[in-house]
């Protein structure tokens, strides 16, 4: 049986472009209901929420792709202790987007933007669907509302000098160069904060984000537990992760020049961890996930906890996009 085009209704392809080009000969500011913008569907939400899993069965059913949206999945052999889907786990789906960094350096979302760009025009090109899925805010947002983000070198003695600092420290000093950065800005993370305390001091201040509208059309899907099955979902995770070798993990990084520095800026699962820190600390990560997704009104969100149909996304995704 022939699966479907997802993209019908939302783009033409084919075939279907036959008359578009006659539209040329009209001079016309108004726009036309008929032709729509290309769509791509979102699949985000907290961590230990299935996402991956929904993603996947989407893809299975429109003839989607599926684009990571995680800043650590991003890097080689950071497996476990990010999570990452398995080839088992892909069923065949192409995946993008997953081991492209090396773990030693540091992958900027600029870097990221402009692959996702590249990718999403590739699959669409090919008639199929591309799908974002991930729990990275920022690297949502970059894709999805088009963020130009400045271009400001690294400064290496400012970076030496403020790496030394604690997390609160480098907050006060973002405060006092850019007060408006320092109110939206995770200052657990610290790798964004030097970041944004680097370019305040090159620019006077962190700009406010420019944006150009993408061309599509973009599906937000968000998913959801209830704290309690949060905490059972992240604990059960946590336990497997040292069971299938998270120490193992560390140390072959170790051994391939991943410094503990690095490893500490890569996340509480890659430096020094314990389950009872890894659970801890997946908790107020996920907290600050939803902290950050809350603001964007345009996600539908779905509990994790009950029956997620992909029928039931995909007849919203087909309204939505109509």
Not at 23 to 28: D, E, I, Q
Not at 100 to 126: C, D, G, M, S, W
Not at 167 to 184: G, H, M, Q, T, V
Request: with cysteine; net charge positive.
């Amino acid at each position: 049986m022939k699966k479907r085009n997802f993209l019908r209704g939302f783009a033409s392809d084919g075939e279907q472009t036959s008359g578009i080009f006659k539209l040329k000969k009209f001079r016309t500011k108004k726009k036309l209901p008929f032709l729509h913008k290309p769509t791509i569907i979102v699949v985000l939400g907290q961590t230990a929420t299935g996402k991956s899993d929904l993603a996947v069965k989407i893809a299975k059913k429109i003839n989607g792709e599926i684009i990571s949206a995680d800043s650590r999945q991003i890097y080689k052999n950071l497996d476990i202790g990010t999570g990452k889907i398995t080839k088992k786990e892909m069923k065949s789906i192409p995946h993008y987007l997953l081991d492209v960094a090396n773990p030693k350096y540091k992958f900027t979302v600029a870097e990221y933007q402009k692959l996702v760009e590249e990718k999403i025009k590739e699959i669409l090109a090919r008639g199929n669907t591309p799908i974002i899925c991930g729990g990275t805010g920022f690297y949502i947002d970059a894709i999805t509302k088009g963020i130009i983000f400045p271009e400001v070198p690294p400064n290496k003695n400012l970076r030496k000098i403020l790496e030394k600092k604690s997390e609160i420290e480098l907050f006060k000093i973002l405060k006092k160069i850019d007060s408006e950065r320092a109110k939206n800005i995770d200052i657990k993370n610290k790798v964004r904060v030097i970041r944004a305390i680097e370019i305040a001091k090159a620019l006077g201040k962190v700009p406010r984000a420019e944006a150009t509208p993408p061309p599509y059309k973009f599906i937000k899907i968000g998913l959801y537990l209830p704290p309690d099955e949060l905490k059972k979902k992240v604990e059960k995770r946590v336990k497997k992760m040292f069971k299938d070798g998270l120490l193992n993990e560390i140390k072959k990084l170790k051994k391939t020049g991943v410094s503990d520095k690095r490893l500490k800026e890569l996340g509480f699962e890659y430096y020094n961890p314990t389950p009872e820190k890894v659970i801890s600390e997946t908790l107020k990560y996920a907290k600050r996930q939803m902290t950050w997704f809350k603001r964007d009104k345009e996600i539908r969100w779905l509990d994790a906890s009950k029956s997620v149909t992909t029928k039931k996304i995909i007849t919203y995704s087909t309204n939505s996009g109509s």
